[in-house]
């Protein structure tokens, strides 16, 4: 069965670094998105990318983030200069139309991103 | 999306039948009812979703109340891989309606051996 891939699967890095979280949707998937999980909280939105831009954003992707497919595969989410409080699970998710009112995400098993 | 609300906490016996409830009292017309869970330290997973009628699937069974200001997510025999965080998500994609997932607290169902 198709599933979401993500690398890596732990990211440590310095404060004020910048971190580049990648993905690879299912192929025929046209919908990709970001989430994030701070540890023992909800699961949030980040930002929803179709053909190429971004098609919605949450008031927590701001300037410091920023997102990508680079090639026909990868989708990244990069954070150009990291904070404490950016220290969560990343998890990357596709879908295969948003036409379709039935539309599911399918989530990676994300990135567990330490900012220290 | 229209707001749920859910039980914190559940607990099931092994191999017995576990119904998780949810209140969307709010519901709209166009708003679809879907179920994710989220395993141990996985990401999130689609279980099942519905409009009106009940539903079925390998996973699991949607049942939805006539009004639809409430549905219940039936696991017919819950095995310890059930145990997971299940969460109801309302979707209204009609339109220009937002496709994002908006999660909130869910159910944390403890399966019991």
């Known amino acids: 069965e198709p599933e979401v891939t993500q690398t890596p699967s732990h990211q440590v890095t310095q404060m004020g670094q910048e971190v580049i979280l990648r993905c690879v949707p299912i192929?025929?998937?046209?919908?990709f998105y970001w989430y994030r999980q701070i540890l023992g909280q909800k699961v949030e939105f980040l930002v929803s990318?179709?053909?190429?831009?971004?098609?919605?954003k949450s008031e927590i992707f701001d300037d410091q983030f920023s997102v990508e497919r680079p090639d026909g595969s990868n989708f990244t989410l990069k954070i150009r200069s990291t904070k404490l409080e950016d220290s969560a699970m990343y998890f990357c998710?596709?879908?295969?139309?948003?036409?379709?009112?039935?539309?599911?995400?399918?989530f990676g098993p994300g990135t567990r991103l330490t900012v220290l | 999306d229209a707001k749920t609300t859910q039980p914190n906490s559940m607990e099931s016996n092994e191999e017995e039948p576990v119904h998780l409830p949810c209140n969307h009292s709010?519901?709209?017309?166009?708003?679809?009812i879907h179920w994710y869970r989220q395993l141990p330290s996985q990401g999130p997973e689609y279980v099942i979703h519905?409009?009106?009628s009940n539903v079925n699937n390998r996973m699991a069974s949607l049942a939805i109340a006539e009004d639809r200001k409430s549905s219940t997510l039936i696991l017919h025999r819950a095995t310890l891989r059930d145990a997971a965080v299940y969460y109801c998500?309302?979707?209204?994609?009609?339109?220009?309606?937002?496709?994002?997932?908006?999660f909130g607290k869910g159910t944390k169902l403890s399966v019991i051996p």
């Open positions: 998710a596709s879908s295969e139309s948003r036409e379709d009112s039935t539309d599911t995400q399918y």
């Open positions: 519905g409009l009106t």
């Open positions: 709010t519901i709209s017309g166009t708003d679809y």
């Open positions: 192929s025929n998937h046209l919908y």
């Open positions: 990318f179709y053909n190429n831009e971004i098609s919605e």
């Open positions: 998500i309302l979707r209204d994609v009609v339109g220009a309606g937002s496709y994002q997932l908006t």
